[in-house]
């Protein structure tokens, strides 16, 4: 028996159900309130109605190990999700998820899901959340209010130490940045929604004057936040041919890593 999620008034619910219509098929409308640089539906957004979908076909509640494929942009519209349960053990379960409209496949997933909270075994980390000032004592990014035509900036908070070269019209140079994110409307995040806020900031490499578009996303929910702010950490270290990888972390308040992703994201060719 699947898991239907979370049943709120929260924009990302709303905006991420799906209603079945057939078997392995789901319907679902993406909408305008996502939106990335570019002016499509943020990819994150768009994984996250498959995941929505996975969800309610397999037995585990929450996402463990995703990977989704980007074929070609999203646009706000009617659209369809088709399913398939690859296995079902014990501990985890597999399905493949792919998102059409007009009759052409924008994304496929294939997601790991299991229940976090049943995790248990050896831990060890050797690394440390991003030392950032009390977000009430940091930057707000968007100044309180969002960025015209970039609709999730109006979904989605973001506190730092200090402004961002790129947002200053000065890009440092250095494709990395640390700061906070939260949903603007109070919603809590969980593990479905972690895999789209690891897709929810700015490219790290506009850093470098750059703007990228997603082809690839993997990301890995390592275990369910506490309430609050989201330490984020993210930095390219590899451009190369106009293909670079971007790698996310985020951190709960008490200083857990939930969620790390990695992306290969393309680097647009100008027109001569």
Not at 159 to 171: E, N, S
């Amino acid at each position: 028996m699947g898991h239907a999620g979370p049943a709120s008034g929260h924009t990302f619910d709303v905006d991420t159900s799906v209603r079945a219509v057939g078997e392995n098929r789901f319907a679902a409308d993406v909408t305008d309130r996502w939106n990335a640089l570019g002016g499509g539906p943020n990819g994150g957004y768009s994984l996250g109605i498959c995941l929505r979908a996975l969800g309610q076909v397999l037995p585990f509640p929450d996402p463990l190990a995703v990977s989704a494929h980007f074929l070609r942009p999203g646009v706000p519209g009617s659209a369809e999700v088709r399913t398939e349960t690859i296995r079902a053990g014990r501990r985890l379960a597999t399905g493949q998820a792919s998102l059409i409209q007009a009759g052409k496949e924008v994304l496929r997933v294939v997601a790991d899901f299991t229940d976090l909270t049943t995790a248990a075994g050896p831990t060890a980390v050797f690394a440390a959340a991003p030392d950032l000032p009390p977000p009430d004592e940091a930057v707000d990014l968007t100044a309180g209010g969002g960025i015209p035509g970039v609709t999730i900036t109006d979904r989605v908070e973001y506190r730092a130490a200090q402004t961002p070269g790129w947002v200053l019209g000065k890009p440092s140079g250095l494709p990395q940045a640390e700061f906070w994110m939260r949903f603007a409307d109070g919603r809590n995040a969980d593990p479905l929604s972690l895999c789209f806020l690891v897709d929810a900031a700015a490219p790290v490499v506009l850093e470098i004057g750059q703007r990228s578009m997603t082809i690839a996303l993997s990301v890995h929910v390592r275990a369910r936040p506490v309430p609050g702010w989201l330490a984020c950490r993210v930095a390219t270290r590899y451009l190369i041919d106009g293909y670079h990888e971007e790698d996310f972390e985020i951190w709960d308040t008490t200083g857990k890593l939930v969620a790390q992703s990695r992306q290969l994201a393309l680097i647009p060719t100008r027109a001569p």
